[in-house]
């Protein structure tokens, strides 16, 4: 399964503006939660799943994520390819992380607030997650 972008759409009149993904179907979705960072310097990562799928959604400002996928899940390659994606509120996407991926993440703009997306309860998500060092595969 491969990494993808959802785009929204928006309406906008004289009431105010309103924000859609009519494409995202969250028939999986079984948890959500919002992130927000105090500072442009905080950095999450890594943190990754065999089995669980992400959605992340930016409400407000803006993040860098960084998405790899491990070769091993106990003692991973030092040198994998990473993919760096920029998520902006003001583009209306919903980033899709199928299973099989670690993540890290920074907000690039204060204030940001990331809304994440889990097709897992918590139970089972704890059951499936796997965390590497900050530093492992990206210079933050």
């Known amino acids: ?32 939660y919002i992130v927000e960072h105090v ?5 999450r990562a890594w943190q990754g799943h065999q089995k669980e799928q992400k959605w992340f959604y930016v409400t407000e400002g803006s993040f860098k994520i960084v998405l790899v996928s491990p070769d091993d899940w106990r003692q991973p390659s030092e040198n994998l390819a990473y993919e760096e994606i920029v998520l902006d509120s003001k583009n209306n996407e919903i980033l899709h992380i199928p299973a099989g991926f670690a993540n890290g993440f920074q907000a690039l703009e204060e204030p940001s607030k990331l809304t994440v997306y889990s097709d897992v ?17 990206y210079k933050w």
């Open 1 to 32: 399964m491969q990494i993808n972008l959802i785009k929204g759409g928006t309406h906008q009149d004289h009431r105010g503006i309103l924000k859609f993904f009519n494409d995202f179907d969250m028939t999986r979705i079984r948890r959500f």
């Open 39 to 43: 500072d442009v310097t905080t950095v």
């Open 121 to 137: 309860t918590l139970e089972e998500s704890l059951n499936d997650n796997f965390r590497f060092s900050e530093s492992l595969w």
